[in-house]
């Protein structure tokens, strides 16, 4: 890895995108909670507080664009030299691109990142979000 990736700087960037996710749409919370305690009607009045807290982080800090721009369900075609990292063929691939197939899912992809650093004093210390006490 070189050194803008290394091990402990992709580390502290997971994190710390772990913390503005929490921060904002408590999605730790949401992932930690025992959903089977609630009915669908709780989880579903929980999960759009959540879902907008998180997406307006997301867009926030990272700008995500669709791989493929056309609906799901649509006939697309992979071309000669796709990127097998950005393009997964399932179903029946047989021979050499270029293919026709469905596309089921449209794919995602980051295009511009900035998560904000952590500060000297918060790295390595993995605290994703601070126990909170309310004293009386």
């Known amino acids: 890895m070189s050194d803008n990736l290394s ?22 919370d949401f992932l930690q909670e025992n959903l089977s305690e609630y009915d669908d009607t709780q989880i579903g009045a929980a999960v759009r507080s959540i879902h907008s807290g998180c997406k307006e982080t997301l867009s926030k800090y990272i700008d ?8 799901e369900g649509n006939e697309v075609t992979v071309d000669r030299g796709f990127d097998s990292r950005a393009i997964q063929l399932t179903g029946n691939v047989k021979g050499n691109p270029p293919f ?8 995602w ?10 500060t000297s004093q918060e790295e390595g210390n993995n605290v994703l979000a601070p126990a909170e006490i309310e004293i009386l």
């Open 7 to 28: 091990a402990k700087n992709l580390q502290n960037a997971s994190l710390q995108t772990l913390v503005v996710l929490q921060r904002k749409g408590r999605l730790i």
């Open 64 to 71: 995500i664009k669709p791989i493929f721009k056309d609906e």
């Open 100 to 107: 026709k197939g469905i596309l089921r899912h449209r794919g």
């Open 109 to 118: 992809r980051a295009v511009k990142v900035q998560i904000p650093q952590l």
